[in-house]
């Protein structure tokens, strides 16, 4: 069983940055995908980024992207989502994910292993 646990979540100013960190088991952390996911109240849960196991790949959505940074340090067992350029509709309730394969199921959101996510509100 993975678990996964994110933080760095908080209240921005448009244009502003935040960068979140989602800490998944130590033990396993190598051998998975990772990616982000967001929803926002009465919305889709909505694909964000994805990067497979050796960091050398990665998925970004097309509302995030030039904005939006992952990344992945397997020695601190670590993935983390840089956000730059904040607006308001960046808004949600941010989930870390994992999973044992990395591919296109990912922009679908079939993926296996969830946190239990982290607030990001945008507003002035």
């Known amino acids: 069983q993975v678990q996964l646990m994110e933080s760095g979540g908080g209240l921005v100013h448009p244009g502003g940055s935040l960068r979140l960190s989602c800490a998944p088991s130590?033990?396993?952390?190598?051998?998975?995908?990772m990616g982000w996911f967001r929803q926002d109240p009465g919305k889709e849960r909505e694909f964000v980024v994805a990067i497979s196991w050796s960091g050398t790949s990665t998925y970004t959505a097309e509302s995030v992207k030039g904005r939006f940074t992952i990344s992945r340090d397997n020695a601190q067992n670590t993935v983390y989502l840089q956000m730059n350029e904040l607006k308001p509709e960046d808004t949600a309730v941010y989930y870390c994910a994992a999973d044992d394969s990395y591919g296109i199921h990912w922009f679908g959101g079939r993926v296996r292993y969830w946190g239990q996510g982290t607030q990001v509100t945008v507003s002035s």
């Open positions: 130590p033990r396993t952390f190598r051998n998975y995908a």
